[in-house]
């Protein structure tokens, strides 16, 4: 069964379509999820809203880009916002701390900074992933399209929605951060 | 070049920005101090995994725990909807419906009986009743005279008729 026609069924809310496509693209959309995400669970948690997403708003597709390409700009967007609502959990949870409130305190998990997960995972692979989560937020979606999924220029440009030069500047920028928060991290361990 | 000057343009070594000058020195220093070498050594490692990257495999039982999820959300958004429509819209619909028929019915008790409340609306606006008096009025002209004087009205007209 053609992409086509599985999104066509899918749009009927015909299910077994819809178990097919999923099982299909599941893994590509997962580790989009944990390449931003640097989380299991998480990347879990989210590739799942992007599929539920998908499910809700599949009239929305309009057949002019690949597929592949519509999945990864959801789930980078579903990421990326989930990173930030982290970060104002984080913020609102320290303000909790500092007013004494310690019954709100919440477990946030961050990938980054697990200090349990730091010592489990390899110093290289902890080194690279703390160092890509400081960039921002539109060089780590460029970088980790390019490094982790292999995706070209061009393909990053429409996942992007921005120009082949733009994606070729952001992702020089990146590197060139990256190996400086890279530095940092060994200079500062 | 001493180790901060090597350390500060590592990056730059990295992203091959150095003129040869300062390649030359780089290689010179990296060569020399072991500390250095360490660090330079561990970043290129750690660079390596963006070519390398570690892919999650496949996930056996991902459509059944979607599948789980997305009848969770619909079973909370029932509940949700459920929750909206009876606290947030009927139970303040009923509230006010009931405030509504009780200033209602306090306004009637307050006013007197509906009937009477129609009549001085007609007596106000339609002047029908007063033609419907003056064609009735001998009626009530009747019941006011008494039978009496009736009966004696007659007796004076048959006796002038004897006459």
């Known amino acids: 069964m053609s992409d086509q026609e599985l ?10 379509a819809f178990r097919i496509f999923v099982e299909k693209y599941h893994i590509l959309v997962l580790n989009v999820c944990n390449n931003i995400l640097n989380n299991y669970d998480d990347s879990m948690d989210i590739s799942q809203e992007v599929f539920i997403k998908i499910y809700e708003s599949i009239d929305n597709f309009r057949g002019e880009s690949k597929i592949s390409t519509w999945l990864y700009r959801i789930a980078i967007n579903k990421s990326l916002n989930h990173l930030r609502s982290k970060k104002r959990q984080k913020w609102f949870s320290s303000l909790d701390s500092v007013f004494g409130d310690d019954s709100k305190k919440q477990d946030i ?11 489990d995972l390899n110093e290289n692979k902890v080194a690279l992933q703390t160092s890509i ?42 590197k060139k951060n990256l190996y400086k928060l890279i530095l940092d991290y060994y200079k500062k361990n | 070049m001493n180790c901060k000057e090597f350390k500060n343009i590592i990056a730059d070594y990295l992203g091959q920005n150095l003129n040869s000058d300062h390649e030359k020195q780089f290689a010179e220093h990296l060569q020399k101090c072991s500390e250095c070498s360490l660090l330079f050594e561990k970043t290129n490692k750690t660079l390596s995994f963006l070519d390398n ?19 969770n959300r619909f079973t909370i958004n029932e509940s949700f909807l459920h929750t909206i429509l009876t606290k947030k819209v009927l139970q303040p619909l009923l509230y006010l419906a009931s405030i509504i028929i009780a200033v209602y019915i306090g306004i009637l008790i307050g006013s007197g009986t509906p009937n009477s409340n129609k009549y001085s609306e007609i007596s106000k606006t339609d002047t029908s009743y007063i033609e419907l008096f003056a064609q009735y009025q001998y009626i ?6 008494s039978i009496e004087r009736n009966l004696v009205a007659e007796e004076t007209i048959e006796t002038t008729n004897k006459k």
Do not use: C, H, W
């Open chain 1, 7 to 16: 999104l066509e069924k899918i749009a009927k809310k015909d299910e077994q």
């Open chain 1, 109 to 119: 998990k961050d990938s980054s900074l697990n200090i349990g997960e730091q010592i």
């Open chain 1, 133 to 174: 989560s400081k960039l921002p937020d539109k060089q780590k979606t460029a970088i980790t399209l390019n490094s982790f999924e292999e995706l070209s220029y061009k393909e990053i440009s429409e996942v992007m929605e921005i120009s082949v030069t733009e994606v070729g500047v952001l992702i020089n920028r990146a």
């Open chain 2, 53 to 71: 990257p570690e892919r999650i495999p496949e996930q056996a039982f991902y459509f059944t725990q979607l599948k789980q999820k997305m009848e």
């Open chain 2, 140 to 145: 009530n002209e009747m019941e006011l005279e």
